[in-house]
């Protein structure tokens, strides 16, 4: 080969994007231990201790509660293919990227999409759902996005969870940005399905999407006529692998199961409420800051996603310009716009490791930099004053 291949040595940045975000490095210390057979028993106990502690961050019971192998979208195709099988009615709430993607996926599994769609940086109001379930005359389930990566906004569920039971709808959550970052009780609220991804609030990289299915949802796999249209993401089989049988379906991704493992058991060492808590505190710090800086969150206050927020670029300023002046001169990664956002967002995640005063601080500064360079007055002292008031309240 012509080509000279130089040593790997990405350098260090600063993750506030949509994800993958900062991760630990007993993370990737555990990601890098020795090397195991899938079903050696050592490997066994430590799915065994994955699973216990996933129910804990998914606040459930469910016996079926596994991290399939690959990112979100993974497990955002996993629920969708167990459960729907060509013909069924389904309703899928849109209000951003996430929500289309589950209408996509629902639509390919051959099922009749019922679609309702709230306005992008709203959350779906329940009587919307109400409406399309009483005029569909039921359907086999709800498929919602709890914390809307492309909008910022975080999306209340309990109503919801409610009229789909009074329909016998099974309710199907995206929790991929909210799990270990925002309050999410799998088994209180009537969550019938949910998945997540490892490299957005549980801070470990990205490769395994946690999912969970409860008895009812369990029940509706069991009484397919049809086979799962994907093989390898089959739960009927897979939970045979996860389960007690213990029979070979694909090999587990060894190393990222390490890595989950660890990054599940730091989430324990924090505790979820005061995991919650300080995702609140650091998103609250950084609204202030970026409010007194003239400029404006786009989902409205009440619905706003600690894990995810989503700003508005000023009128005049070139935003991917900011973006690439950040990576640049600060070595901070954040995210711009998605879909109607394209070009006119920016997306600041402070999820798990990447949730701190520091960054906040850091960050305020350095935008307003990137603001000034573009000729936009950003009063940067301001902001931060206002982002430590929040911390020294
Ligand atoms: C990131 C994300 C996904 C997809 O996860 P990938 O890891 O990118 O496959 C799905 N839903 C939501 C809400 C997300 O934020």
């Known amino acids: 080969m012509e080509k000279e291949f130089g040593q790997l040595n990405p350098e260090y940045r600063i993750l506030l994007g949509p994800g993958p975000v900062e991760t630990s490095p007993r993370v990737l210390r555990a990601i ?3 090397m195991l057979g899938h079903l050696d028993p050592q490997f066994l106990e430590i799915m065994n201790e994955t699973m216990d502690l996933l ?16 990112t979100g979208s993974a497990g955002m195709e996993t629920v969708m293919v167990n459960l729907i099988e ?3 009615r389904v309703v899928v709430c849109v209000k951003g990227v996430f929500g289309q993607r589950l209408r996509d996926i629902a639509g390919r599994c051959g099922a009749e999409v019922i679609s309702v769609e709230a ?13 399309a379930l009483e005029s569909a005359g039921g359907a086999k389930l709800v498929a919602i996005v709890h914390a809307e990566t492309s909008t910022g906004v975080l999306q209340p569920l309990e109503e919801i969870s409610k009229i789909a039971k009074e329909y016998d709808a099974l309710l199907v959550v995206d929790a991929v940005t909210s799990l270990g970052g925002v309050e999410l009780k799998v088994d209180e609220w009537g969550i019938d399905a949910c998945y997540s991804g490892t490299q957005k609030a549980l801070s470990c990289p990205p490769g395994l999407s946690p999912v969970t299915l409860n008895d009812k949802a369990r029940k509706v796999l069991g009484n397919r006529t049809t086979k799962v249209q994907s093989w ?29 493992r660890e990054a599940l058991m730091i989430v324990r060492e924090e505790g979820l409420e005061a995991r919650y808590a300080r995702h609140k505190l650091n998103s609250n710090a950084l609204i202030k800051g970026i409010e007194a800086m003239g400029l404006q969150m786009i989902a409205p206050e009440g619905y706003r996603l600690p894990t995810l927020n989503a700003v508005k670029a000023p009128d005049g300023v070139d935003e991917a310009k900011a973006r690439k002046f950040l990576l640049e001169k ?5 995210g711009g716009g998605l879909g109607d956002f394209k070009g006119k967002a920016w997306r600041i995640g402070l999820m798990g490791e990447s949730s701190r005063r520091n960054y906040v601080i850091l960050l305020l500064a350095a935008l307003g930099d990137a603001l000034i360079q573009q000729g936009y007055k950003a009063n940067v002292g301001s902001s931060i004053e206002a982002a430590l008031e929040v911390y020294n309240k």
């Open 232 to 260: 390898y993401l089959d739960l009927t089989m897979i939970q045979n692998y996860w389960g007690k049988e213990r029979f070979y379906h694909h090999t587990a991704p060894i190393n990222m199961v390490y890595g989950l």
């Open 32 to 34: 890098s231990s020795n």
């Open 119 to 131: 306005p992008w940086g709203k959350p779906i109001q329940p009587e919307q759902v109400r409406d």
């Open 330 to 334: 600060y070595g901070i990664e954040i």
């Open 55 to 70: 129910r804990y961050v998914f606040q459930t019971e469910n016996q079926l509660t596994i991290p399939m192998s690959g």
């Open 86 to 88: 060509p013909g069924d």
